[in-house]
């Protein structure tokens, strides 16, 4: 008997600490699903609010170690406090294995852990993953069922005995409805209770209650199981990427509501077998290839949704169980990061061409002097004078240009704001333009609408926003006119407009002028000068600051460009985030 129970529970063991070890396993393979498509540096690879939700949900410590040990996050200490992690076993296992496993004792926390551990590879260098959950808690869940079991097992062999008992000292009824609400326990019905009663004998009344007191734990217990379970299935249900899985037969086990989406419920007509109700190659290439390795196998899947081409990362790995391998294939929309690319490449392709016109003056320039040795000096000098012009023309394009790869690939909004006095500062942009104006003899008023106008917000953003705008209508203008900025505040709004007399710019136009590289006709003919990088560079700061711009213009009539921004940029992520837009 004593060996059985020994088989029985050690078989339980394995059970519950395979189960732990597979919801260790999805959370980490759901953070380096979420860092692989976000493709992160390493300076913004943390992200808190994700991890620390995470950590919560499954009740477990998430840790995120450097390749060279060093600990970057962990959500039950602080990360600077811990000691270098590199020598960890099951570290060492995942930078050999990819995954790697250890149950130990934890000197930071001073208790045993089931530890899980994974090695990511990101765009800058390998991190691992870490997921573990302390060996006290699941050998509670383990002695809670254990338990329940074995109280059943208890009353039932209890029962037994006693009916022999019974049979001679209480009426058949008495006993008769003890074994129904046993059978009824046995059957799933928690909430059934025995009616003790008063004519019965003092053991029928002690097994009547603490059958009763057995039902009761054993429905809490199962309901607070049941409430997990259904956590569980609401946070895979909820999850941005679409998730299914299949069994060895391709039959549906679960699937959310992101999947339905993309892939519709084709499957489910077809009798509820995967690959008979999507016709993808791809996708069932990916999954024969992991069933065959047991390694994960992706693909980029590219199909047809309402009309649009939508491109997918899809991901598939295995679940062993002991009577079934599960499928679970994941799927992330990553339309977005390909139309990034190809924005990139273009971007990329425009510079060169955008380039290519002054190095070719240059050169031709360049050539003529040494080609030419009875030049005059004035020609020599003038084609001096137009090489260093356009070498600045090519210097401003170039540090432009990477000021907007900057600000488009180091600007994440998780840094520091600053409060903002708008008129000040506004002011000192207007003094740092004090030669330009004076060169033209432009004049510049300052309208305040609005006093004690302060804004929450990143300051090196606006500065280059307010700097081009001002900078263009400079440039644009005629000499001896006027410029007129009005700074105004409304509700959570900042308003700061900048009207010149310059040009103009057509309406046709106008919608193309924040395009990199355009330059309206006009401002071609007129102006030599000129990168068309300025007012694209206003958009992206804008972008980045949550904020907008328009234009009012018309040819010959000067231009108004007119920005809005949030009073608190934190403030407003935050409430944009809790809106679920």
Not at 90 to 100: K, L, T
Not at 138 to 154: A, P
Not at 319 to 331: E, F, G, N
Not at 406 to 424: C, P
Request: negative net charge; contains cysteine; proline residues 1%.
């Amino acid at each position: 008997m004593l060996s059985v129970v020994a088989v029985f529970y050690r078989a339980l063991d394995d059970r519950v600490y395979q189960e732990v070890q597979i919801l260790l396993q999805s959370k980490i393979e759901s953070i380096a699903y979420f860092y692989q498509v976000k493709s992160p540096t390493k300076t913004s690879f943390i992200d808190h609010t994700f991890l620390k939700r995470l950590s919560k949900e499954g009740v477990i410590r998430i840790t995120i170690i450097d390749q060279d040990g060093t600990v970057l996050y962990d959500s039950e200490k602080q990360a600077e406090l811990l000691e270098n992690h590199y020598d960890r076993p099951e570290i060492q296992q995942a930078r050999q294995q990819e995954w790697g496993s250890a149950k130990r004792f934890s000197q930071t926390i001073g208790t045993d852990f089931l530890y899980m551990a994974k090695k990511i590879t990101l765009s800058h260098h390998d991190v691992y993953v870490r997921a573990a959950r302390t060996v006290e808690v699941i050998n509670k869940e383990i002695k809670s069922v254990l338990w329940g079991l074995v109280l059943i097992s208890f009353l039932i062999a209890l029962i037994a005995s006693i009916l022999l008992y019974l049979t001679i000292r209480q009426p058949f009824l008495h006993i008769t409805q003890i074994i129904d609400a046993a059978r009824k326990l046995m059957d799933g019905q928690y909430h059934v209770r025995v009616n003790t009663l008063r004519s019965a004998e003092n053991e029928i009344r002690v097994l009547s209650e603490t059958m009763n007191h057995l039902a009761s734990n054993l429905e809490t217990k199962i309901s607070s199981l049941q409430d997990s379970e259904k956590k569980l299935v609401g946070i895979l249900t909820n999850l941005k990427d679409g998730l299914i899985v299949i069994d060895e037969s391709d039959a549906l086990v679960f699937h959310n509501e992101v999947w339905l989406k993309y892939f519709g419920s084709s499957y489910i007509a077809a009798g509820g077998f995967l690959l008979e109700g999507i016709r993808n190659k791809e996708i069932q290439n990916m999954i024969m290839s992991a069933r065959k390795s047991k390694e994960l196998a992706q693909r980029i899947v590219e199909i047809e949704l309402s009309g649009r081409k939508k491109y997918l990362l899809m991901q598939c790995f295995l679940v062993a169980l002991k009577s079934d391998t599960l499928t679970v294939i994941s799927m992330s929309d990553i339309t977005e990061i390909k139309r990034a690319e190809k924005m990139k490449h273009d971007f990329i392709a425009n510079a060169s061409h955008q380039l290519k016109t002054p190095i070719a003056a240059i050169q031709g320039y360049a050539e003529t002097l040494l080609d030419i040795q009875s030049i005059s000096d004035q020609k020599r000098s003038d084609y001096l004078k137009k090489i260093v012009q356009r070498c600045r023309g090519s210097s401003e394009m170039i540090m432009r240009l990477l000021t907007l790869a900057t600000i488009e690939d180091k600007f994440t909004g998780d840094e520091k704001n600053e409060q903002i006095q708008v008129v000040e500062f506004v002011e000192y942009i207007i003094e740092q333009h004090h030669t330009q104006l004076n060169k033209k003899n432009i004049t510049i008023g300052l309208q305040v609408q609005s006093q004690d106008v302060t804004i929450e917000s990143f300051p090196e953003l606006l500065e280059i926003a307010l700097s081009a705008i001002i900078e263009n209508a400079i440039q644009y203008s005629p000499e001896h006119s006027e410029m007129v900025i009005t700074i105004d505040a409304w509700g959570d709004q900042v308003e700061i407009s900048v009207k010149d007399q310059g040009i103009g710019i057509d309406e046709g136009e106008q919608k193309h002028i924040f395009e990199r590289f355009y330059r309206t006709e006009k401002a071609q003919a007129t102006y030599a000068k000129g990168t068309g990088i300025g007012l694209a560079l206003v958009l992206l700061c804008l972008e980045k600051l949550n904020g907008s711009i328009v234009v009012d213009s018309a040819l010959g009539k000067g231009a108004t460009f007119t920005i809005q921004l949030p009073r608190n940029i934190k403030k407003y992520f935050t409430e944009l985030e809790s809106t679920g837009s």
